[in-house]
């Protein structure tokens, strides 16, 4: 909530209206990144429509039901943010 502040005081009003949607839009994008890659590994299902096809069940794998858990969300933007910043490395904060 701080930065939107900061960022409508030094901006009028039509840049704070276009970054607060700019910033949602991100925040709901990697909401759904992140429950995609939840509910894929986890249940091996999408909208109820099972995904992965039955011989990789056959090879041995199985639906990892720690991913539907509440803490798996953590570790799957922490995954995302250290994807991230490998391939742009001027995100990557100097001490």
Known sequence: MGRFE?????NGVWKSFLDG???A???GWILIVVAFIRELFGSG????VPVIPQFIYDLGYQDNGL????PMALIVVGVYIWIQRYYNRKLIESD
């Open 6 to 10: 900061a960022f409508a005081l030094g």
């Open 21 to 23: 949607v700019g910033n």
């Open 25 to 27: 839009a991100g925040y």
């Open 45 to 48: 299902e999408l909208w109820g």
């Open 67 to 70: 991913m539907l858990l509440s």
